[in-house]
Each structure stands twice: as structure tokens, then as C-alpha cells.
Nanobody, 112 residues
Framework: DVQLQASGGGLVQPGGSLRLSCQAS????????IMWFRQAPGKGPEWVSR????????SYSDSVKGRSTISRDNAKNTLYLQMDSLKPEDTAVYYC?????RGQGTLVTVSS
């Protein structure tokens, strides 16, 4: 059974940073690319970032490019998203996505 558990969210002031994690299980993690999505209150899902199976190739949405870094630790079956210079518009539930399967997300709230 595939499990994707995100963590690391919380309340942060504008300009602050957070590091999100996604612990994966139930599939061979190091064989697949994996993505971060987010969903803001009242809005649909938005793709945030993608990383290939090796961790060498990454891509980002324009909304987070230059402020976020995706990475993975294949030995730990864990995906990360370092988010810096956070803005109120980054407020959303963040979750990881493996081949269309989305796990439990973590809430990020950016507010003063």
C-alpha cells in the first residue's frame, strides 16, 4: 500500500523559511520521479516542483522558482522542499505526488 506522508508545515512570517518533508513507502522510491503540489484555500491543486529519480534534474513552477529547492534522500525514501522568502500567497496545503497518488498534506500558513 502506497503511503505519502508530508510534514514540516506551520505558521511562518513573510520572508521566513520552512523545510517540508514527505516520507514515502509502498513502492521502490529510487526508481521514480516525484512531485510537490499545493492547494490554497478555495483553489484547485497547483503543481510546485518535480525531481527525477536520481535527484539530478529538477523543475519548478514560476510561482516558487528561485525561492524553493526540491531534493530527495533515496536512502531514507524521503522527499524535501526547502522554501525560502515565503509570501502570503504561498499559504496552502502542500503534498507530494507519485504517479497521481497524493498523500496527506501539510499546511503552510504565511502570515504576520
Amino acid at each position: 500500500d502506497v503511503q505519502l506522508q508530508a510534514s514540516g508545515g506551520g505558521l511562518v512570517q513573510p520572508g521566513g523559511s520552512l523545510r517540508l518533508s514527505c516520507q514515502a513507502s509502498g513502492f521502490i522510491f529510487n526508481l521514480y520521479p516525484i512531485m510537490w503540489f499545493r492547494q490554497a484555500p478555495g483553489k484547485g491543486p497547483e503543481w510546485v516542483s518535480r525531481i527525477d529519480s536520481s535527484g539530478r534534474t529538477t523543475s519548478y513552477s514560476d510561482s516558487v522558482k528561485g525561492r524553493s529547492t526540491i531534493s530527495r534522500d533515496n536512502a531514507k525514501n524521503t522527499l524535501y522542499l526547502q522554501m525560502d522568502s515565503l509570501k502570503p500567497e504561498d499559504t496552502a496545503v502542500y503534498y507530494c505526488d507519485w504517479q497521481g497518488k497524493r498523500g496527506q498534506g501539510t499546511l503552510v500558513t504565511v502570515s504576520s
